[in-house]
């Protein structure tokens, strides 16, 4: 029997999980009820805009692709990570009173992932 590692499992179920937010973001039409108002304003100004929520569900869906198939992984999770940092600021600005518990698992998900895929981005880090 194969051994299937935790970064395995942990990179498929990110995966779903990215695949069907990118669908959510990108046919999101309103944002979400009962959100404080400043949340509220500025979801629904991203909305308006149009290729903000599109842009990022494209990303978070083809990054799902990436991790379900486990090809380009690396690379995926390096775009994915502006989301992830975003996701976390957009609550602590938006809604300071309370703990963001999914964009902290998101990020995390996302950073570990990275962490494990580290010799790929070596030559990235390396000083010329």
Same mark, same amino acid.
């Given at each position: $029997? =194969?051994?299937?590692?935790?970064? &395995? /499992?942990?990179?498929?179920?990110?995966?779903? /999980?990215?695949?069907?937010?990118?669908v959510?973001n990108f046919?999101?039409?309103?944002?979400?009820p009962?959100?404080?108002?400043?949340?509220?304003?500025f979801?629904?100004?991203?909305?308006?805009v149009?290729?903000?929520?599109?842009?990022v569900?494209? /990303?978070?869906?083809?990054?799902?692709? $990436? +991790?379900?198939?486990?090809?380009?992984? &690396?690379?995926?999770? /390096? +775009?994915?990570?502006?989301?992830?940092?975003?996701?976390?600021?957009? =609550?602590?600005?938006?809604?300071?009173?309370?703990?963001?518990?999914?964009?902290?698992?998101?990020?995390?998900?996302n &950073?570990?992932?990275?962490?494990?895929?580290?010799? =790929?981005?070596?030559?990235?880090?390396?000083?010329?």
């Amino acid at each position: $029997m =194969k051994n299937i590692s935790l970064q &395995a /499992v942990l990179r498929t179920l990110f995966g779903i /999980v990215l695949l069907l937010l990118g669908v959510v973001n990108f046919t999101q039409g309103s944002p979400l009820p009962g959100m404080p108002p400043a949340h509220t304003a500025f979801e629904q100004a991203i909305i308006d805009v149009g290729y903000v929520t599109k842009t990022v569900g494209i /990303v978070e869906f083809l990054v799902g692709l $990436m +991790l379900i198939a486990n090809r380009f992984a &690396a690379l995926g999770l /390096v +775009l994915l990570a502006p989301i992830s940092l975003n996701f976390i600021l957009f =609550k602590v600005f938006l809604d300071p009173g309370s703990f963001p518990p999914i964009p902290v698992v998101y990020a995390a998900l996302n &950073a570990y992932l990275a962490w494990t895929y580290r010799e =790929k981005y070596k030559a990235l880090l390396e000083q010329r």
